[in-house]
């Protein structure tokens, strides 16, 4: 299995941007207001930090996927206790995401849909391009979705340009100030920085060694596209508005109305977010699978997902409803423990003693 640096690029872009959109910009409007563009711009901010302190980890070992440099970093025990924290991280976020996709479809166009309808489908789909394609199969198709998730996006806020008032945007700073800023760029933050999974992808790049820049340009490029975003919703909805909706990003795309005739763009923000509900899911799947067959010392890591897929579908019918599987989980769990610990403590933390036992190599 390989992938190229673009492939890389858009898997990480595609990860980043498509949740973050319609998952996290009303917290980030409660906390900062008008100011919540800033929000995003901090957000953006941490994420690239993730992303160069995950880039440089995995060149102390390139040839190596997170399981087996973290035991060589930090030794057999240790390292399997920092394995197990991220393994508990991939097999969460799965259930959730697909309760996310499940309940925001059905408010969205299925109303009267019971969700195992909407589940199920989604888990086949992502067990056949990660059972039959793996890596690369996921890498190809981000490389045909990545573009279009883009220029939908850029339709999306170009249609809208009639809509806005900048008055919305003020007045800066007074309302908020630098605490209600922070907090609101944590959820954003916390949904950017996906890069860390790189940790798993980079042994099967092309060139191992090179696969940095597109990492953090995925990051810059997600960032940029969801600040932009966040600009136009307040903008065009105002912070009282879009503060009080779940999905304020697809509200906004209701607005849209061109020529006086072509309406409805909002089935763009569904496309959207299906694909990237998508790739971030198949993904997943392979890291986790791949992952806990590497600890288990299976020698074929595609058996794991027989095991997996149907844990991760059972436990995405757990949350009682979408305030438990979107809030609950983002304000108790991901953003708290998530960030902090897996996307930023850790690999800062194997990046300073895998230096330093290089430098006791060295010497």
């Known amino acids: 299995m390989k992938v190229s640096g673009i492939q890389v690029f858009w898997m990480i872009t595609i990860m980043d941007i498509g949740m973050t959109l319609l998952m996290t910009f009303t917290s980030g409007l409660q906390a900062a207001k008008q100011d919540a563009w800033i929000s995003m711009l901090v957000a953006g901010g941490i994420a690239v930090l993730i992303a160069v302190v995950t880039t ?24 399997k ?11 969460t976020i799965i259930p959730i995401v697909l309760r996310q996709f499940s309940d925001l479809l059905r408010v969205l166009l299925l109303n009267t849909t019971p969700g195992i309808f909407i589940i199920v489908p989604m888990v086949l789909i992502v067990i056949y391009v990660t059972y039959s394609g793996g890596i690369d199969g996921i890498g190809r198709v981000s490389e045909i979705l990545g573009p279009l998730i883009f220029m939908m996006i850029l339709v999306v806020l170009i249609s809208n340009l009639g809509n806005i008032h900048w008055n919305r945007l003020l007045p800066f700073y007074v309302d908020s100030g630098t605490a209600a800023i922070f907090k609101g760029a944590l959820p954003s933050a916390s949904y950017l920085g996906h890069a860390v999974e790189f940790v798993m992808i980079s042994p099967f790049l092309f060139t191992p060694r090179k696969g940095s820049p597109y990492v953090i340009w995925g990051v810059i490029a997600a960032s940029f ?68 067959a590497q600890l288990l010392h299976v020698n074929n890591w595609k058996n794991m997902i027989w095991f997996i897929a149907p844990v991760v579908t059972a436990f995405a019918f757990i949350p009682q409803n979408v305030s438990e599987a979107t ?22 933390l194997l990046l300073i003693v895998g230096k330093i036992q290089q430098r006791k190599t060295a010497g």
């Open 81 to 91: 206790i920092v394995i197990v924290i991220y393994l508990v991280q991939w097999y």
């Open 327 to 348: 809030g609950s989980y983002l304000n108790h769990y991901w953003v708290p423990f998530v960030l902090p610990i897996n996307m930023i403590g850790l690999p800062l």
């Open 225 to 292: 596209g969801v600040l932009l975003s966040m600009i136009m919703v307040i903008l065009t909805l105002g912070v009282n508005l879009s503060s009080n909706m779940w999905y304020p990003f697809f509200e906004m795309t209701k607005k849209i109305a061109i020529f006086g005739f072509i309406e409805n763009l909002d089935a763009l923000a569904v496309v959207i977010w299906i694909a990237s509900v998508f790739i971030k899911l198949s993904i997943y799947m392979f890291v986790a699978s791949y992952g806990t």
């Open 56 to 79: 440089k980890l995995v060149l102390l070992h390139p040839e190596q996927t997170f399981i087996q440099f973290t035991q060589t970093i930090m030794g057999r025990w240790l390292g």
